[in-house]
């Protein structure tokens, strides 16, 4: 699955948009519509823009390889919270809500609240065919569809709020989900959502966008519809990234010809030239790595080792030490007490070396302690301390050290 994940991920790139359209009793009222994209591991908004219909939407010139993930909320689209004791279908979940409703025309689905509370979004299907012809004239593809205000869900856990105001009403949540709606006066404000501030407004369709990186699965409207253009954006995006694949395999394909005849002679003297160098070189580090082992069993083995342990310890250390690191200090047999009162004897932890400094990622770190658990004098390599320094460029890092 990861492989398979991994695969729809590059079809369907990096890059979605959100839309949230609000409808009145005149039609559309407002169109907001977010372009996300994800960069190192972070979705980030790279273009927003309010608009008053779709019309005025389409022509802001929005690419037909972008996935559209879009919901609708306001007039005739019906969300209501339905208790029950077990687990019901959301056809039952309907007839609950609206028993004299046919089942057929309307486009729905549930939204989990707990076990015992479910939402169920719903809506004329006539509405929402209305949307979906509209885009396809534009040759959009709508990859999911969601109602209401559930969509809210999707990135309560990375707003860090309870409450927020959304058009007329206050949304609570509790428990990282949507719980109630409450009618309010109180002006729209601004959500945080990673590092910068947004106004609630465009929550609906940041949070839209978002599902194209959270993967959630079936979720949303299921219509024949949107499964269609499903398979139709994946196809076009298969056909594209097949195509370049094609040309830019025989165009390098030519290019390498074209090299391999005009300089194959010069190209091989020189791998040649270059071969017989490197064997000299490699001749001379064998030679220095031989001369290198033999001197260390012999310090290991003779008396000379007990009376120059701290000298050859801070060597081992330092010859050791990758470019991305920096000492601040280098501590051997350290006393057991920092400070020390006048008269007092001083105690030493044997056999202990205490190291601390700077690294500019933890990954350099833990690349010089794999090298240091492969010396035969180590016997135990502790991480006593890690802190990322505020300008996020280094960290400070303090090792405790056991030898043999």
């Given amino acids: 699955m990861m492989l398979k994940d991994k695969l729809l991920s590059l079809i369907e790139g990096q890059r979605s948009y959100g839309i949230d359209l609000r409808l009145t009793e005149d039609g559309i009222a407002e169109v907001f519509f977010v372009e996300s994209s994800l960069r190192k591991d972070e979705v980030i908004i790279?273009?927003?823009?309010?608009?008053k219909n779709l019309e005025e939407l389409f022509s802001s010139k929005l690419e037909e390889t972008v996935p559209i993930f879009l919901n609708i909320r306001g007039r005739g689209i019906l969300s209501k919270k339905v208790?029950?004791?077990?687990?019901?279908?959301?056809?039952?979940?309907?007839?609950?809500?609206?028993?004299?409703?046919?089942?057929?025309?309307?486009y729905f689905y549930s939204e989990k609240i707990s076990k015992e509370h479910t939402?169920?979004?719903?809506?004329r299907k006539s509405i929402v065919d209305e949307v979906f012809r509209k885009f396809g004239n534009a040759k959009l593809n709508i990859l999911s569809l969601t109602l209401g205000i559930t969509e809210?869900?999707?990135?309560?856990?990375?707003?860090?709020?309870?409450?927020?105001?959304?058009?007329?009403?206050?949304?609570?949540?509790?428990?990282?989900?949507?719980?109630?709606?409450?009618?309010?006066?109180?002006?729209?404000?601004?959500?945080?959502l990673g590092e910068d501030?947004?106004?609630?407004?465009?929550?609906?369709?940041?949070?839209?966008?978002?599902?194209?990186?959270?993967?959630?699965?079936?979720?949303?409207?299921?219509?024949?519809?949107?499964?269609?253009?499903k398979?139709?954006?994946i196809n076009r995006k298969l056909f594209g990234i097949g195509l370049k694949i094609v040309l830019t395999f025989f165009l390098a394909t030519l290019l390498l010809n074209f090299f391999l005849f005009q300089n194959f002679t010069s190209t091989y003297d020189n791998y040649y030239?270059?071969?017989?160098?490197?064997?000299?070189?490699?001749?001379?580090?064998?030679?220095?790595?031989?001369?290198?082992?033999?001197?260390?069993?012999?310090?290991?083995?003779?008396?000379?080792?007990?009376?120059?342990?701290?000298?050859?310890?801070?060597?081992?250390?330092?010859?050791s030490k990758p470019n991305g690191i920096t000492w601040d200090e280098l501590n051997i047999n350290p006393s057991i007490k920092r400070k020390i009162q006048k008269g007092e004897d001083i105690e030493f932890k044997i056999k202990t070396i205490n190291v601390s400094g700077q690294v500019e990622s933890s990954v350099v770190l833990n690349q010089w302690i794999e090298i240091l658990k492969n010396e035969s004098w180590i016997k135990n390599i502790n991480i006593k301390g890690f802190q990322i320094q505020e300008n996020n460029q280094t960290s400070k890092f303090n090792l405790q050290i056991d030898v043999l």
């Fill in 231 to 233: 398979i139709e954006f």
């Fill in 46 to 51: 790279t273009r927003k823009l309010k608009s």
């Fill in 197 to 229: 501030l947004i106004s609630s407004q465009w929550l609906m369709s940041y949070s839209a966008a978002f599902n194209h990186f959270v993967k959630r699965g079936v979720y949303g409207v299921q219509s024949e519809y949107t499964n269609i253009e």
């Fill in 83 to 106: 208790s029950h004791q077990e687990e019901v279908s959301d056809l039952n979940l309907i007839k609950m809500a609206l028993p004299n409703v046919k089942a057929n025309e309307l």
């Fill in 273 to 319: 030239e270059q071969l017989q160098l490197n064997r000299s070189y490699l001749d001379r580090l064998n030679q220095l790595q031989e001369e290198k082992e033999n001197k260390d069993k012999f310090f290991l083995k003779t008396d000379l080792v007990s009376a120059s342990n701290s000298v050859y310890y801070a060597d081992r250390l330092a010859s």
């Fill in 152 to 192: 809210l869900n999707n990135i309560v856990d990375y707003i860090g709020v309870q409450r927020v105001v959304v058009d007329s009403d206050i949304v609570e949540f509790t428990g990282g989900r949507l719980s109630g709606t409450i009618e309010t006066s109180e002006p729209v404000g601004d959500v945080k």
């Fill in 119 to 123: 939402w169920i979004q719903f809506v």
